[in-house]
């Protein structure tokens, strides 16, 4: 199953951001297995290095742990997912207020759009 990337993203970031979606959206579980990087990279068509770049990008955020000989795993520490799910918040927060503005609304129009979605309608 590959996977569509957007072309103004580099392929590696948006992977990070796959897997750091699914760890908070509870599709992947604290100690759960990744796959190796050659299954990873054969499930997702990309590169076996893009794949490598990926793992090692969740290792320097913590929201991985590589056993030597086991696999790579997601870490166990709430704290750590904690923080991912904070920062992943606020970079998807500040893309859409980019992209909103972008069309001239400003920010008071975005607050009150967000607050009738908000009231159900």
Do not use: H, W
Not at 89 to 114: R, W, Y
């Amino acid at each position: 199953m590959t996977m569509d990337f957007a072309k103004d993203r580099p392929i590696y970031l948006q992977l990070v951001e796959s897997i750091c979606g699914d760890v908070i959206k509870g599709k992947l579980q604290p100690g759960d297995k990744l796959p190796s990087v050659r299954e990873f990279a054969l499930e997702s068509g990309v590169n076996v290095n893009t794949v490598q770049r990926v793992y090692k990008e969740l290792e320097v955020m913590e929201l991985t742990e590589t056993k030597r000989g086991q696999g790579t795993f997601i870490t166990t520490n709430q704290e750590v997912i904690l923080t991912v799910r904070e920062q992943m918040k606020e970079q998807v927060a500040m893309q859409f207020i980019t992209s909103i503005e972008s069309f001239g609304f400003t920010l008071d129009e975005i607050i009150e759009v967000l607050k009738k979605k908000k009231g159900g309608n």
